[in-house]
């Protein structure tokens, strides 16, 4: 009973502290037909929003359309399309995408644990953006045929440790911004800002797999020639 107390009582303060500023978003939301729910113009939950919806995007479908074709150009033997095409054939580059998988599952869940440890206080946009940000322009150029150390082993080394750094920060960062999403709200309205969260985010994926299909159906991405 006095733990109830308390949350209507922090409810109530809550309330009074950002009745006003309340009131301002959802002005906002309805200026946009009604159709926003009245906290989705919130910075806080732009920002969390925003920031969940690229990690998504990001982690499970660009690094998940780009990694075949980085595969290949790593597996090849000097980076080039018609190298890269015979690793394709030869079932190396088949492996090395495998292995990135599995690695890079396996870091996801690593992440999910070690976020239950990590206090929300300690959440930060900006990393969160950059381990997600690097590994995506590091296989981007993979795909262009980037050699690290002018090697294959270099690339093959570059992919697994990019894969898995994206991933391992998405298992990380993604339950602590559905954690912080409601922070500036009554207790009573977090579950319907973490709901927006996730909504969010699966509008951007969705949208983002359409994209990514377009760019491989017109050969910007992948599309080695033919032997």
């Known amino acids: 009973m006095a733990s109830m107390r308390h949350v209507q009582q922090s409810d109530l303060?809550?309330?009074?502290?950002?009745g006003s500023r309340c009131a301002r978003w959802c002005r906002r939301a309805r200026g946009c037909g009604g159709?926003?729910?009245?906290?989705?113009?919130?910075?806080?939950v732009v920002r969390v929003a925003a920031v969940n919806a690229i990690l998504q995007l990001v982690c499970w479908i660009f690094l998940r359309s780009l990694m075949p074709y980085a595969a290949a150009r790593a597996a090849s033997e000097d980076g080039t399309a018609a190298s890269a095409?015979?690793?394709?054939e030869d079932g190396h580059a088949g492996e090395l995408?495998?292995?990135?998988?599995e690695v890079s599952l396996l870091a996801v869940f690593a992440g999910a644990t070690l976020?239950?440890?990590?206090?929300?206080?300690?959440?930060?946009?900006a990393p969160a953006l950059a381990c997600e940000l690097l590994p995506l322009v590091a296989i981007s150029a993979l795909c262009a045929g980037w050699r690290p150390l002018g090697s294959s082993t270099g690339a093959r080394a570059a992919l697994l440790v990019s894969a898995t750094v994206a991933r391992f920060a998405d298992g990380l960062f993604s339950p602590?911004?559905?954690?912080?999403a409601g922070d500036p709200f009554p207790e009573?309205?977090?579950?319907a800002v973490t709901q927006w969260t996730g909504v969010v985010a699966i509008v951007v994926s969705t949208l983002?797999?359409?994209?990514t299909l377009g760019l491989v159906a017109g050969g910007v991405v992948g599309g080695w020639p033919e032997s």
């Open 13 to 18: 303060i809550l309330r009074r502290a950002s």
């Open 35 to 44: 159709f926003l729910p009245w906290f989705a113009l919130h910075p806080h």
């Open 85 to 88: 095409q015979q690793a394709h």
């Open 97 to 101: 995408q495998a292995l990135t998988v």
């Open 115 to 125: 976020s239950a440890y990590v206090p929300d206080r300690a959440v930060r946009l």
């Open 176 to 180: 602590l911004l559905y954690r912080i």
């Open 188 to 191: 009573s309205e977090r579950q």
């Open 208 to 211: 983002g797999t359409w994209v």
